[in-house]
């Protein structure tokens, strides 16, 4: 039971967050590169962890709830690049 109740507590204090890559009209980017690179990204410089079961526009970094504003500040900094102008880092909930 106490196990149970550990485990419990652990989980509530991670948020499951990406930094998606979207365009003007708030769509992912079709490929799922920048969604990637992006929470990869945002998510080493918050001390996060990527959940290795997703991929593409459906990757997901753990971050406690401690670091959601390192994790936010991170995504907001990024930029697209030249191959992706129209591009801009979201910060949302997985």
Do not use: W
């Not at 991670?14 to 992006?38: H, K, V």
């Not at 080493?44 to 997703?54: F, H, K, L, N, V």
């Amino acid at each position: 039971m106490k196990v149970q109740i550990v485990i419990v507590a652990l989980a509530t204090l991670l948020m499951p967050i990406q930094c998606a890559g979207t365009g003007p009209d708030n769509r992912y980017e079709r490929s799922g590169f920048l969604t990637a690179d992006f929470t990869q990204k945002a998510c080493a410089a918050s001390g996060g962890s990527i959940d290795p079961t997703r991929n593409g526009n459906q990757k997901c970094c753990n971050v406690p709830d401690s670091r959601q504003g390192d994790f936010n500040n991170s995504c907001k900094a990024q930029k697209a690049g030249n191959n992706f102008p129209n591009f801009h880092p979201t910060a949302q909930a997985c």
